[in-house]
């Protein structure tokens, strides 16, 4: 039996700008839980086309280790905030 289960929760949204503000949000919130989130993993997609997914953080690799934390269309250099 596996060590690690990922929940997954259907949310819903109007538009993909507005579920990734969202995601983002939630994400952001349940960091502070003691279950592990990964922000970099968030994904949003389509009701009917839940098989296309969309990023919702950029999760580039930054020196020593950390990930960038930014939404996934930023502009400004990668940063952990």
């Known amino acids: 039996m596996s060590d690690r289960w990922v929940i997954h929760l259907p949310v819903t949204?109007?538009?993909?700008?507005?579920?990734?503000i969202f995601a983002r949000s939630a994400a952001r919130l349940l960091a502070g839980l003691?279950?592990?989130v990964e922000p970099g993993g968030v994904t949003v997609s389509a009701e009917d086309q839940q098989g296309v997914?969309?990023?919702?953080?950029c999760d580039r690799p930054l020196p020593g280790g950390a990930r960038c934390t930014l939404p996934?269309?930023?502009t400004a250099p990668c940063s952990r905030r």
């Open 53 to 57: 997914r969309h990023w919702v953080f």
């Open 34 to 36: 003691t279950a592990r």
């Open 72 to 74: 996934v269309d930023h």
């Open 13 to 20: 949204a109007p538009d993909l700008h507005r579920a990734r």
